[in-house]
Each structure stands twice: as C-alpha cells, then as structure tokens.
C-alpha cells in the first residue's frame, strides 16, 4: 500500500475541483484526506493505493504534483499544458527544441490551459474541455486499452484525450469538417516532429518567395465543382482567391502527410478571415472588405507559426504517440449502436448540441467548399438531417409535428407540456417564421435525442456510463421568456429508456475566448446515464 501526496491545480472551477477528488477516489480506490483543516479550500491531500505512484502521474487530469516515498514528480498532463507556456511569445523552433522535454520540472500553469497540444488548431463552438474529459475517462474506471465513444464527435476532443490515455477512441459526426479535423487532430500526435518542421520551413519559404500578382488561372480552385466555385467567389474577391490558391498549391507539394492535413486545417481556420463574412458571426453574412484590408498569406503564416509551436512543443515534450486505436467517421449519432455494436464501448463521453440553438452546418460553409469537404447543394439536405438544427422547411415542419401530434407517448411528459406551452404562445401572437417553426423543432430534437440514447444504451457495455455534457438554453414565446430545461429533459428519456440516472453537476462555464463567444452559452450540466447489469 501507498501512501501519496498529491496537490490539486490552485486556479480550477469548484466544478472541476468535484471532478478532482472523483478521479483521485477512482484510482485510488480510496478517500482523499485533506491536509489541511479548510477541507473545502484545500489542494493538498492524500491517500492510500496499491496503485503505482506512475500510475496517478500519468493518468490525472487537475492534479498538478504526486509526491511518494519523498519522491516529487509533476503529472503528465501539467507537463502538457506548461508547454503552452513556452510557445506563447513566438520563440524560436531551435530554442524550443532546447528547452523541451521539461526534466520533472516544469514552468506550472497558474491558469486554465484549453489548448495544449492538437486541441487548439481550429475554431470550433461548443468545444469540450479536454482536462474534463481526461478526468471522466479516470472516473468511469475504464482500463488502458478500453474504448471511449462519442457519437457526435464535433472537433475531436473525447478521441484524442481517449488516444493519450491509451485507450481505443470511436468518434461519429455528421459534418465532414468535423470528422477531417478530428482525425488531423489525432493523426499529428503521432507525427514525426522533423518532418513536420521541414514542412512548415518549407511552405514558409515558398509563400515568402511568392511575389503578389493577379493570377489568371487558379489551378486549385478551377478544380473545385462549378457550383462551388460560383459560390465561393461571392464571398473572396480575386485577389485573396489568388492567395488561397497560391497557399493550397503549396500544401499539395508537401511530402509528408501529417503537415498536409496540419496545413489544410490552418488552411480552413483563416477562410472566414479573410472572406467578405462578419468574422463573429455564426451565420454566413456578408461585409464587404478592400483588398488591402485582407492578406491571406499573412494570415496563414500567422497561423501555422502559431500553430506549429504549440503542436511541436507537445511531440517534444511527450514524443509521438503511437500504437494509436481510433476511428473517427461520418455518420449519424441515431445509429450508433447499430454502428459500433451492441455491448462493446466501455465509455461514452459527449455534449450533444443544444436544442435549436446554433446553425451548426452553415458556420462551416466556406471550409466545407473551399477544402472540397461537401459540394455546396448538398449542404441544405445535410443540415435538416443534422439534430439541434434550426433549418426546416414548411413541408418538413408539418411532417414533425404530425409526428409529435400522433405519437407523443414516446417523449416524457414534460416535454410535452413545453412544446405544447411554446406552441400556444405563439400562435396567439405575431411572430417570425423561426418562432412560428420552433414548437416542432424541439418535438425532432427530443425525438433524435431519445433515439441517440437508444443507440448508446446498445453500444455501452452492462455496467457501464455514458457522460452528457449539455446546456441548457430559452426562447422567447408569444412575448414570455420560456426556459428550455434540456438537461433535466434529457434525464426524463434516458430513465425511460432504462439507464440509471446518477446526480448531473452543475458546470459554470468559462468566458469563452473564439470567435463565437456572444452565443455562448453560460452554464451547462454534466450528466451521468449508467446501464444496469
């Protein structure tokens, strides 16, 4: 038996402090002690395991120092996030190489740090954090080797912190921006830093050496499908097309795989930039700009130098992460577990989107046509097929709430009264066509998400839990403020479904610092679905 001390990260959320001493209870298999009297304040404890002092190290996600047999070591995951540490000034490649892997000590973070190694590459709303997910891979006592789901796996979080556990990572989701970057995400933990570096001096030199000129042809984007091209030039004027496509015939020219899809994922993150779209805004909307006031080459090459320091600085430190399991795929969150198979994911980690709250597809447009992702006609179809979205038709908006009219028994009772509550609001006022269609939005995002549920239920293993991170949101309704409770709402499905409901906790969201922080959020809840044995 064991006897550790381990120090908790000062600076965490009193919900992240929860998650901490469940973690370290999970792996010890014991009850941390606080060492000092204010119990509630404390972050230093111990406690008794027959678990190898490496093995908290290693594994912990809001502990920053694990002391045994007055042996002190920094965990590995404050090692990770101290190399954000480094990078943040713009230092050179060499003297990063010098300073880089830390000998057991390390620069500790005295701040929250989201975006240590792969996970900071791309803009992306609603992403998850990463320590938050570690930490529930520790609490649900899944083993090294075990697999940890997410059907709808968005910018790729749960897979990659799954794959720097050891463990095996399944991700699906519907938009084809999302399944490129989560597995470019995944791919760079394991690529070789040299060759990386070697490219991006490459392509760096290139675009340096490049004189700005107006191209008469433009290779790659003439490759592109007409209807993509006509799209697309309504929202970059000649010149910064010129730009982009002198920036992606460079990327092809790369040798090495792992830097073409690091560049191709700068590539998508600097189009809403420099395109005639209001930066901050979810939906596609234009304002025109001169010229001179949008340079994509310099914004590219600020961003992969941003970029590759941090990426760099995580292969120095912890060194290639091979032997990687994971299948990041397009499909649909409703057939999960037909997809993955009964009985067989040890772990689900996910955050559902909200109920009609975000656009979800139409953010990505200009990424999704300009890297060749999604041909623009067939974004409308795949958007009404995507759940949580807010586009619909008026013939598919009869055919959801005759839905929800003729078979309202399979959604909880208290959904009902909300939808039916919305519904009666606005009827009886004047509203908009978004209004008009939200009554029967909901009634197909609760549908979907009943049916999601359904497909986790088959997939987890008996015994095992699935975590739903979701926010709650309002609308308002014939001129009343109507509170959508979807957390609760979602515990009313997954017992009717047959899951053991455990106690949500409540999370009070960070000030979101990307482009879509007015339309964030401000607190979510973490649930917990465990299917009985």
């Avoid at 690529?191 to 042809?217: F, H, M, P, W």
């Avoid at 700009?289 to 310099?298: A, F, G, N, S, T």
């Avoid at 359904?454 to 975590?467: R, V």
């Avoid at 969201?509 to 879509?516: C, E, K, P």
């Amino acid at each position: 038996m064991n006897l550790l001390k381990v120090r908790m990260k000062p600076y965490i959320q009193p919900f992240e402090r929860v998650l901490a001493l469940r973690e370290l209870y999970a792996l010890a298999g014991d009850e941390p002690l606080a060492l000092r009297s204010e119990s509630e304040t404390s972050v230093d404890f111990e406690v008794r395991s027959l678990r190898p002092h490496d093995d908290f190290t290693r594994r912990l996600a809001y502990w920053e120092i694990v002391e045994c047999c007055q042996q002190i070591c920094v965990t590995e995951q404050s090692m990770r996030e101290a190399t954000v540490n480094l990078v943040r000034n713009g230092v050179a490649l060499d003297t990063l190489r010098q300073q880089l892997p830390f000998q057991n000590t390390a620069p500790l973070p005295n701040r929250r740090c989201l975006r240590y190694g792969t996970h900071g590459l791309h803009e992306y709303r609603g992403r998850f954090f990463p320590q938050l997910v570690r930490a529930l891979i520790n609490i649900s006592g899944t083993q090294h080797g075990g697999v940890v789901a997410d059907p709808m796996s968005g910018s790729g979080t749960t897979v990659v912190e799954a794959v720097l556990a050891g463990n095996c990572g399944r991700g699906l989701d519907m938009n084809p921006l999302s399944v490129f970057m989560g597995n470019a995400k995944v791919k760079l933990m394991s690529a070789n830093a040299d060759c990386l570096r070697q490219g991006y001096e490459q392509i760096r030199d290139q675009l340096l050496g490049v004189e700005s000129r107006k191209q008469t042809s433009l290779p790659y984007f003439e490759n592109l499908p007409e209807v993509d091209q006509k799209y697309l030039s309504a929202w970059f004027s000649s010149g910064v097309l010129a730009g982009l496509d002198d920036i992606s015939r460079a990327i092809q020219e790369l040798d090495d795989e792992y830097t073409r899809d690091f560049m191709r994922v700068a590539l998508s993150n600097i189009l809403r930039r420099v395109s005639w779209q209001k930066d901050d805004d979810l939906r596609v909307r234009k304002e025109i700009r001169l010229d001179v006031e949008i340079d994509p080459k310099k914004e590219f090459l600020e961003e992969i130098g941003r970029s590759i320091r941090t990426v760099l600085a995580f292969l120095f430190q912890n060194g290639p992460v091979k032997n990687q399991h994971y299948v990041i795929a397009e499909g649909d969150a409703r057939s999960c577990g037909e997809i993955w198979g009964g009985n067989s994911v040890d772990v689900v980690i996910t955050s559902p989107p909200y109920a009609t709250a975000l656009p979800y597809l139409d953010t990505d447009r200009l990424s999704l046509c300009y890297l060749g992702l999604l041909p623009r006609p067939e974004h409308r179809s795949r958007d009404q097929q995507m759940i949580g979205n807010r586009e619909v038709s008026e013939g598919l908006r009869k055919q959801h709430w005759e839905r929800f009219i003729s078979a309202p028994v399979t959604l909880s009772a208290r959904i009902q009264e909300l939808i039916h509550r919305i519904d009666i609001l606005n009827s009886g006022a004047n509203v908009g066509f978004r209004r008009r269609n939200l009554p029967a939005l909901l009634a197909k995002y609760f549908f979907d998400m009943r049916d999601v549920l359904q497909g986790i239920f088959e997939a987890l293993k008996p015994g095992h839990t699935a975590f739903v991170v979701v926010g709650n949101n309002h609308t308002i309704a014939g001129g009343h403020r109507v509170d959508i409770q979807t957390a609760s709402l979602l515990k009313d499905i997954a017992e009717s479904i047959g899951f053991e409901v455990a106690e949500s906790l409540s999370m009070d969201m960070l000030v979101s610092r990307d482009i879509f922080k007015k339309n964030a959020m401000t607190s979510e809840e973490i649930l917990a679905f465990r299917k009985p044995v």
